[in-house]
Every structure is written in C-alpha cells, then in structure tokens.
C-alpha cells in the first residue's frame, strides 16, 4: 500500500493511527510527532470535525485513534473514513499498527498492565474482543504495519521511511558555546573543552571582540593544535551522529565550552556548526554568554 504523503503534494495530511492496545500505537504517534506532524492522541471522534475546522494547518496532523477514546465507536471511525467529507480527497490516510496475540499476551504480561476491555480479567478475552471490533478499520487501512517482531526503532525507521518529508526526520543538532564560570548548560548530550587553545583574552585588540569575528578566529585557528582537534572532533561525530539517529534519537545537543564562553568556545562553535551544516545535518547554535550580554542575539 502507498500513502499518499506530505511531500508529494498534500502538505495538510491527516494520519489516523489505530491498531490493537500494545501494538505501538503510541510509539508511533511519537516517531510521527518527531517527523515533523502535530500529533494528539486520543481524541474523541467527536471534536474531529471541530479540530479540522477554520484555516488549514500548517503542518500535517497524526490522530491517535483506539477503544479507550471516550466515544469510540467501529461504526462512527468507519463513517469518519468512508465518508472522505473531512478532508480533500487523497489527504486522509489510515495507519494500522498490527500485532499477533501471542506477541500482545507477552507484552501485557511484561508490562504487567490491564487490557482497556478487560481490566479484571487476563488481557486474551480483551484483545480478542478489541481484534474483532477493529477489523473493519484494518480492511481499510491504507498502511498496516505488523509489530510483532519490530523493535521501536525498526518501527520509526519504517514509519520514517513512508511518512518523513524529505529533509525530514533527520537528527537535529543544536551547537552551543558556553562559560564553565557558570557551569555546563542543562541537557548536552556531548561536551568539549577549548581551555586548551589560544585565548584571545589577553591579547588587548581582540578582548572586546567574541568569536564570531574574523580576527578572533584567525586567533583561534592559529593554535597549533587547533585543526588536529577540529578533524578529530568532525571525525567522531561523523562517527556517533549517524548511530544516535540510527537508534531513533531525534535531537542531539553538543555543547563547547572555554573560560568566559566569549571566544574560544564561540569559535569552534561557529565552525563546527558550518561544517555539521555543509554535510546535511540540520543543525541550530547559540552562545549562552553572549546572549546574556546581548539579549536577543541568539541565533538559528
């Protein structure tokens, strides 16, 4: 089956995902959210006219859809898709996450939760209920995905494969400099110190100046040991970027640092991000310290 997706002309799609509890649902509901959608589970159906109403989204919309919405019906999600009356024709897809009992059984028994439809009783009479009950839904699936063997990160791989506009879906990573006088920034995934460079600090020209100028740079750049730690930082991160988004990660914060986040730290920064840039990755910066002596400098 092909859906019809964002970058082939419907840039306002709409996804319901639905499937049986435990098949990754919500997995997929949050790799669609990373992907670039504006995602909402469990909405009732009946608020779904009221939410596609006034002007068109500016980004394609994933509706998480199962039986634990409050108003959850086979017959009114069938009259929802057959009817088309929603959304332009071809901009409505339906995505069913799939999975064998015996896969559900062994999940509801690892996670130790209760089945929507048989909280007091063991999950089989439920799932075979919730089966029945969605499978005229399946039938009209425009993707089923069978999640009986998928690890999360094999289903966003598959999920990204059909549903990531292109340029989508990549690893994002944001580049900030800072000032160990005030301690790492909160959520960096990767640190590096530039302590050990040439400090345009005590050169009387260049101390006002941060290194975002050209003479702070070519300061900087003329360490000795500056371009050998260039190549190797680019050459670790060609190393581990391509292996966090292997693993579904969907942003990534590297962070420099240098004694007054001014200078050194600034300039690595600026560089590295160019050359992240220049090889594809989507990439973001900024410069706390700056940004606290500058108040809106901060940069995308």
């Known amino acids: 089956m092909n859906p019809v997706l964002p970058a082939e002309g419907h840039p306002h799609l709409l996804v ?3 499937g049986p509890s435990g098949a990754g649902r919500s997995t997929a509901i949050n790799v ?21 109403e006034g002007p ?40 069913y996450l799939d999975c064998r009992t015996d896969v559900l059984l062994r999940r509801f028994s690892e996670t130790r939760r209760r089945h929507p439809l048989s909280p007091f009783d063991s999950p089989e009479p439920g799932i075979e209920q919730e089966m029945a009950l969605l499978a005229p839904i399946r039938a009209r699936a425009d993707f089923v995905v069978d999640t009986s063997a998928m690890s999360p990160h094999e289903l966003r791989a598959e999920l990204a494969h059909w549903f990531a506009p292109e340029g989508a879906g990549r690893l994002a990573i944001a580049v900030q400099s800072f000032s160990y006088k005030r301690g790492l920034p909160r ?29 702070v740079r070519a300061h900087v750049e003329g360490d000795p040991r500056f371009a050998e730690f260039l190549a190797r930082l680019e050459a670790l991160l060609e190393l581990v970027l391509p292996a966090h988004e292997a693993e579904g990660k969907a942003s ?48 995308s």
């Open 32 to 52: 669609l959210e990373d992907l670039g959608f504006e995602a909402i589970d469990n909405l009732p159906l009946s608020l779904l006219a009221r939410l596609l």
């Open 187 to 215: 959520g960096l995934d990767l640190v590096f110190d530039c302590r050990f460079l040439r400090n345009p600090h005590w050169v009387e020209g260049l101390r006002a100046r941060d290194g975002r100028s050209a003479e």
């Open 252 to 299: 990534l914060a590297i962070g420099l640092g240098c004694t007054g986040g001014q200078h050194r730290s600034v300039t690595v920064a600026e560089i590295l991000a160019a050359r992240l840039a220049e090889r594809g990755w989507p990439v973001s910066i900024r410069h706390r310290e700056i940004e606290r002596r500058e108040p809106g400098s901060g940069r």
């Open 16 to 18: 319901l995902v639905t």
């Open 56 to 95: 068109e989204p500016e980004r394609p919309l994933a509706l998480g859809i199962d039986v634990r919405n409050r108003d959850f019906s086979t017959q009114a999600l069938i009259e929802v898709i057959d009817s088309g009356s929603l959304v332009r024709q071809g901009a409505m897809q339906v995505l």
